[in-house]
Structures are given as C-alpha cells and as structure tokens.
C-alpha cells in the first residue's frame, strides 16, 4: 500500500547538499511548491558552498551541512532538527551519505526518484518513489517532486523562475573587477574531480576571445575558482590573447560576487559545470561546451539550442557504441573528448547567440522549449 501524499503540506523538507549547478536546477521546484502551498514552510538541507551562492533565497530556511564534518555534522543536524517533524521530505540527492542522513530526519512521507533514477539503493529510503521519467534533463527531474506532489498540469503550468538573492555588496565586488563596458564571461573549467574530462583547451578559448574582442568589442573576465589547475589555465589563456582582450579574475570573487558578475555579462561560455546553470538562473544568455555529459539531460536548460553538442560524436569515438545504445547520463570519461569541439563551432554559436539576444543587457527572455 503506497503513503498517502499530503493534501496540503504546512512543512516540506528539500534534501540536496549538492553541487552548485543542481542546487540552481532545483530553486524553479522550490517556487512551484510555494506557489502551490504558499503558507507551507520550506526546510532545504543543504551544503556549505551550495548555500553561499543561494543564501537570501526568498521563503527558505536553510539547515547546512558540511560533509568535512562527517558524522558529527550529521548528529548535530538531527539534534537541530529534533523537535520537528515534516509532512514530507523529498529527498533529492542520490547519494549514499544523503541517504544516512535522512535516517535521523521526522517525516510522515519520504520521496526520492524511481529505481531507475535512484543510485546508493535510494530506494530503500523512501516511502515512495516518482513515476519513472525516460531522458529527463536534471531541472525536469528536480520538477517531478512537484509534480508528484501537486499534480502534473498544476506544476507545468507554471512558469520557470528562480529569483536568487545578489546583495549590492556583491554588485561592487564585480563592478571593480569588470569596470561597466560590456563584457562576456567565460568560466573555462569544471570542478577537478577524478577522471572528470570537462575542460576545453586554453587555444579554443583564445580563439574565441580574439573573436569577441576583435569582432564585437568585447573583452573577456575569465572566472573559476583557486585550484592549481585553474590558475595554470587561467594563464595558458592568458599568454594567448591580445593585451587588452581578457580580465583575469580566477580565484579572485566570492560565489555571491560570481553571481552579480553572471548577471550582468552579455554572456557566458562554460563546459558543464556550475557557472552554466547559475547564468541559466539568471537569464543571462549562455553558451554551454559540452562533449563528455550528455547535454540533453545537463545543459543550460533555457539556452539548450544554443550549446555546442559534441557528445554523439564522444560516445561514438571513445565508448564505441550509438548514443541510443547507452544508459541515460553516462560520461565519456576520456581525456580527448573535448577536443572534438573546433574553435568555429564555438564562434558560430558565440554569433549566434549574439544575434538572437539583441537587447541583452541585461538580458533577453531565452529559450523556453522543452
């Protein structure tokens, strides 16, 4: 016998510690559940840095977690938690840790995603589970919860928004960096993580930086975070490039300061990483490079026609196999994938993009078709 689900929740808890990009896939689901239940209170269990970039969000208390502080994070979580018992919990993050910390978590209904979603046995942590969603991309799964919750056409008639908190201070961190003449922003790598191929090459970046410089008057902010390999990057790109066409700003804003930089660049190109979904989030044009993760499922969800896609041609080449023959979200974990993406394919989208976003400063309404 499935749970019951609630007629009208007065308590929903939101289960997603991480990453960055999901965290801004998941904030449209947030405001459909506050437009549907708008007196329901909404506890988001979430990770430290994930809740730097989403502090302010309008209608959410935040419980954080830091996975450095392991068990002791958890067990001060339950004790925080301990008086309180949720309607529903809806448990978002398809991991194993997740999943232990959800044990210790009151709540009358506890969802995740069906088993054909689930990984880390999920399944064995939930009451009930979505219906099954074929090829979904991560905003439309995220968009199930709801949809389960709500009912199908209440949530899909409902239009996307995020609304994310920048504070002034976070406009003027930026505003030092980039100066007010228009700019465009490339983030050019994604989180360093084993095996992790996402990174596009220092001379396809430059190439498409002489181009916005030279063609369109454009200079480039080059952002990211303070790894060695970022900074190494950072300044492979840098030797390529005319004085004058790039600002180098690696390491050098807060996440809430990458964010008013985002929204107010006419533009950004990125591999699948978090700056793609954060200027998704804000409605500024983007431009996603994407050959290792299938873009269908993790592209910039309203500027989807836009990304150069290269993942049939990876999946063909390196997993030798037709991209209809393999498990929905699997990685070409192969150190050439990006390579396949030629500096034109990104000058043509850059130009394209431009011309479709005219009056993008601070923006056009983008793409919305599923």
């Known amino acids: 016998m499935k749970h019951p689900l609630p007629v009208r929740p007065a308590h929903i808890c939101v289960l997603r510690l991480s990453a960055l990009g999901d965290v ?6 947030i405001r459909v559940l506050q ?3 708008p007196d329901a209170r909404i506890t988001w269990i979430i990770g430290k840095g994930e809740h730097s970039l989403l502090a302010g969000l309008s209608g959410v208390e935040f419980i954080v977690y830091d996975k450095a502080s392991g068990w ?20 978002m993050q398809q991991a194993l840790r997740a999943s232990v910390l959800s044990l210790g ?35 439309e799964s995220f968009l199930d919860f709801a949809r389960l919750l709500g009912g199908e056409e209440r949530v899909d008639a409902e239009p996307l928004r995020w609304d994310l908190a920048i504070p002034d201070s976070a406009y003027q961190e930026a505003a030092r960096i980039t100066g007010e003449a228009p700019y465009v922003v490339i983030s050019p790598c994604a989180n360093p993580r084993l095996r992790n191929f996402r990174n596009w090459s220092a001379e396809g970046y430059a190439a498409v930086i002489a181009h916005a410089w030279e063609e369109h008057g454009l200079r480039t902010v080059m952002t ?27 390491g050098g804003t807060s996440l809430k300061g990458l964010l008013a930089m985002l929204d107010r660049a006419r533009m950004v190109i990125a591999p699948d990483s978090g700056p793609v979904h954060m200027a998704n989030a804000l409605r500024t044009p983007t431009l996603g490079l994407f050959a290792t993760t299938n ?13 150069v896609d290269r993942y ?20 070409v974990r192969h150190p050439d994938a990006m390579s396949l993406i030629r500096a034109d394919d990104v ?9 479709a976003t005219p009056s993008a400063s601070p923006r056009s309404e983008p793409d919305h078709e599923t």
């Open 224 to 250: 990211g975070g303070n790894s060695a390999q970022e900074q190494e990057m950072g300044a492979r790109i840098r030797a390529l490039c005319a004085e004058g066409a790039v600002i180098d700003a690696i």
């Open 312 to 331: 049939p041609d990876a999946v063909r080449r390196y997993l030798h196999k037709s991209p209809e023959a393999i498990p929905w979200g699997t990685r």
């Open 24 to 29: 801004c896939n998941l904030v449209p689901t």
């Open 295 to 307: 873009p269908d499922r993790a592209a910039p969800y309203c500027w989807r026609r836009f990304v």
């Open 72 to 91: 002791a994070g958890m067990r001060e979580i339950w004790r925080q938690l301990g008086d309180t018992r949720f309607d529903v919990l809806l448990h």
């Open 347 to 355: 000058i043509a989208q850059f130009d394209a993009l431009l011309d």
């Open 105 to 139: 978590l009151k709540a009358d209904l506890r969802i995740g995603y069906d088993k054909a979603r689930a990984k880390d046995w999920q399944h064995w942590f939930t009451h009930r589970q979505l219906a099954p969603h074929a090829h979904a991309h991560v905003l």
């Open 35 to 37: 437009r549907l239940w």
